[in-house]
């Protein structure tokens, strides 16, 4: 298990030093194709945290390298909403107008979502196991509010 938790990692690290370059070079449709998989990854690694909390006992080998992950792909988050990877891009995408017609606010909303993802992570590496349900609660919460503006609903 150690194993594939440093594997996470340092997939989530590749997949942050790469996004960057890829959406930059990727046609609309692959941009989206990333960030897809990029708040899918994140939705996983935050279901995996959450899980812990829930069980009580949160076992640090697991939420530690998925809070890794969640902060090192809030980050790339910022690569990957580039003008022309909305509707009119052809691609089914959730991803509201307001996001290039608005950016200032989308702007500050991902670094919402930078700062609660670090910190939980900060608290993960702290082994701080008490803090980690207020933590997730507020990065979730950075989330939905997120959602609620800049995204078409279920």
Known sequence: MR???MALGLAATAFACCTA?????AT???TISL???NFKEMGGSFKTVNDEIKSGSPNLAVVRPAARDIATRARATVNLFPRGTG???GVTTRALPIIWTNANQ???AQRNLISAADALNAVAVSGNTAALPAAAKALGA?????HEQFRESD
């Open 142 to 146: 950075t989330c939905k509010s997120c």
């Open 106 to 108: 989308f702007v500050q």
């Open 21 to 25: 370059i890829m959406a930059t070079a």
């Open 28 to 30: 609309p449709a692959q």
């Open 35 to 37: 960030r897809k998989g």
């Open 3 to 5: 194993k594939d938790l």
């Open 87 to 89: 509707t009119e891009a």
